[in-house]
């Protein structure tokens, strides 16, 4: 049967390139669509009425929104090749719950880092710092939080060091410092293609949030 | 249950989120222990089995704790493979999984700032629930079962569950109205049947003991919210 898969993306969204490095690491063929966020297309409004937001994987016309469980369905779907959540219940459990809590913490608290000043700028970076913190716990001595191979957390996480540049320079602070661990284990995801090839240069997202700084008239 | 199987819920008779769990467990027939945790006291047992939020629900299998509700959910469905609670086909699994996240994320986060928001605030607080609500209420239309998971319930409905006592309760004391029950009767139906069920029955915690519970939360939480303005 011929596939046909799209994925409707952002080139900047870490949650669009967690989709993007799941469908890498299967080796899936798709078709990649960059949407205009000003203008949005009739496919991507069809496709998630609900959110209207992208990533949106089509898999033979049949959308599947919000990235993690994007991720999720192309590890089941595509099943034979480079498993990412683990097969046994609890540690598919403890994977679920960290991939929730990168939701929860790191891009509403990066996203602060760069829309604000003084004492709320401060705050977010300690914040920040923190979360960064708990997560090289979990990762402690593994290569990667899916243990010897990338897994779902790592697919969760990694897209937000693309970010990493922007923040430290907007926020006038450095990570590897507090996070020495944390930034290993971004570089060495960086040597798989499935990642190298779904990050953007941060420096070009660097100069993309100065565009979005100036549109928001911050700072 | 195997032998030696040791199932412990770190929860709450208050929360919506521990009766997600509570329910999960009894649908699927799990012998189970629940311990109430007293949120202005939290236990030891949930400080060290839930160290990055300290929140119940706490799942505690055999020693091996796991948190978040819709976690546990996925948990205890893939443990226990009795009445599932998911679908098996991955596009209505992911389906499934969007109205769970859909539920958390756009409703019950509107309704809970409910709770402490005043005002033109809580105004658009009630306006962002009602319109969750009224998402809910369409695509359980065209779904035309008796609840979302089909004919018996399904995750979605366990996440939803919550409105069926919480949502009236805090409408009532919070002086709003999210539902008016004449633009949501599909939704109202849902309510009636979810009700029905023998293990929803038996684990809901009665509405006047949640009015109370929730008439002192609102007040402890607008005693600690600074005025507006500052």
């Not at chain 1, 790592?154 to 970010?163: M, T």
């Not at chain 1, 570089?187 to 100065?210: A, G, I, M, T």
């Not at chain 2, 939020?53 to 299998?61: G, Q, S």
Request: glycine share 6%.
């Amino acid at each position: 049967m011929a596939e046909e898969v799209i994925l409707l993306d952002f080139w900047s969204s870490p949650f669009g390139m967690r989709v993007r490095i799941a469908l890498a690491e299967k080796g899936v063929k798709y078709e990649y669509r960059e949407e205009d966020l000003r203008n949005k297309s009739p496919l991507l409004l069809q496709m998630n009425p609900v959110h209207k937001k992208i990533p949106v994987l089509i898999h033979n016309g049949k959308p599947i929104c919000e990235s993690l469980i994007a991720v999720q369905y192309v590890d089941e779907v595509w099943k034979d090749k480079s498993p990412l959540l683990p097969s046994d219940p609890y540690l598919r459990a403890q994977a679920r719950f960290w991939a929730d809590f990168i939701d929860k913490k790191i891009y509403d608290i990066g996203r602060k880092i760069w829309t604000t000043k003084g004492d709320e700028q401060e705050a977010a970076k300690k914040e920040f710092i923190e979360a960064l913190k708990l997560l090289e716990g979990e990762l402690g001595n593994k290569p990667y939080f899916g243990g010897e191979s990338m897994g779902y957390v790592d697919v969760a996480l990694i897209p937000f060091y693309s970010w990493f540049y922007a923040y430290e320079t907007c926020g006038n602070f450095s990570i590897e410092p507090e996070c020495p661990v944390l930034i290993a284990w971004a570089k060495r995801c960086l040597q798989k293609e499935s990642v190298s090839k779904s990050l953007p240069d941060p420096q070009k997202v660097y100069e993309f949030v100065l565009v979005l700084k100036k549109k928001f008239g911050i700072e | 249950m195997a032998a030696g199987e040791e199932v412990k819920l770190l929860g709450g008779w208050f929360s919506p989120f521990s009766h997600r769990v509570e329910l999960a467990l009894k649908l699927k027939g799990i012998p189970h222990q629940v311990l109430q945790e007293d949120l202005s006291n939290k236990s030891p047992l949930l400080l060290k089995n839930n160290p990055v939020y300290e929140k119940i629900p706490v799942l505690i299998h055999n020693q091996k704790p796991i948190s978040e509700s819709f976690v546990i959910l996925e948990y205890i469905d893939e443990t226990w493979k009795r009445n599932p609670l998911l679908p098996q086909d991955p596009h209505d699994k992911a389906l499934a999984r969007f109205w769970a996240s859909f539920i958390d994320d756009k409703l019950a986060e509107a309704v809970r700032r409910t709770i402490t928001t005043q005002g033109e605030q809580q105004q658009q607080d009630v306006k962002k629930a009602t319109e969750a609500l009224e998402i809910l209420e369409g695509e359980l239309k065209i779904k035309g079962k008796r609840f979302f998971g089909g004919e018996t319930l399904g995750i979605v409905d366990i996440m939803l569950g919550w409105i069926s006592i919480w949502l009236g309760v805090i409408e009532e004391f919070a002086g709003v109205q999210v539902i008016d029950p004449e633009n949501f009767p599909v939704i109202e139906k849902w309510k009636r049947d979810f009700l029905q069920v023998p293990a929803v029955k038996e684990s809901l915690p009665q509405r006047d003991l949640l009015v109370g519970y929730f008439e002192n939360f609102r007040r402890f939480k607008l005693a600690s919210v600074p005025a507006p303005g500052n």
